[in-house]
């Protein structure tokens, strides 16, 4: 199964940035927001295009869409290593275009599409691809930095955090391995050598597959 991994900061901590060191034919970016890195690089980032907007005939119908769309990418990528830059805001967006509908139900469905992206990967027959999810955090009621989501669905019942096996923390250009207090980021025993490392992807590609003996 490929492998989905959260890096989570806040924005301008890094995250982005620590791309930087893959060549352009080791990495596919999707960027949900933005369309262009913050440095000079010919690392191909494709955005979830604008004909999805016509073609659907509701916002949640325009959502479960944009989310095929990912899980088409990364299903057909030839890169090995797929980075969704700003996953938050695939909630985030979903929840303003649905802002006028009434009821629960939409942040049922918000939930339940964000948790199956992350399963699709889980899924996935290449053992050999890693997916990360470059994610902004919020803070939660006792002070530490999670992942931000959308409505008590992914908090209390999910923990979007507890779908990764590998979480790190971004912070002034540097990445977290471990809690140290402040975040919830986790990875396995003996993956990194210290609780704080430099904020390169790649060296964490590298990192991952040599522990799990990935391609």
């Given at each position: 199964m490929a492998i989905p991994v959260l890096i989570m900061g806040r924005s301008g901590s890094g995250k982005t940035y620590s791309i930087k060191n893959f060549k352009p034919d080791e990495v596919g970016v999707i960027s949900v927001e933005k369309g262009r890195l913050p440095f000079k690089s010919?690392?191909?980032?494709?955005k979830i295009p604008a004909s999805l907007e016509a073609e659907a005939?509701?916002?949640?119908?325009?959502?479960?869409?944009?989310?095929?769309?990912?899980?088409?990418v990364i299903k057909s990528s030839k890169a090995k290593s797929i980075v969704i830059d700003d996953s938050q805001?695939?909630?985030?967006?979903?929840?303003?275009?649905r802002?006028?509908?009434?009821?629960?139900?939409?942040y049922v469905d918000m939930?339940?599409?964000?948790r199956e992206l992350v399963h699709s990967i889980n899924r996935l027959p290449e053992e050999d691809k890693i997916v990360y999810f470059l994610h902004h955090t919020e803070v939660d009621a006792n002070g530490r930095e999670k992942a931000k989501t959308i409505g008590r669905m992914l908090d209390e019942k999910l923990v979007l955090e507890g779908c990764f096996d590998v979480v790190l923390y971004c912070e002034d250009q540097k990445f977290f391995t471990q809690a140290n207090g402040q975040s919830s980021a986790k990875t396995p025993e003996g993956m990194f050598d210290s609780v704080e490392i430099p904020n390169d992807l790649k060296m964490v590609d590298?990192?991952?597959?040599s522990y799990w003996g990935m391609k």
């Open positions: 010919d690392i191909k980032v494709v005939q509701t916002a949640a119908q325009l959502a479960v869409a944009r989310y095929a769309w990912i899980q088409m805001y695939l909630l985030v967006n979903e929840l303003f275009d802002a006028k509908e009434k009821g629960y139900d939409k939930a339940a599409n964000f590298e990192a991952i597959r």
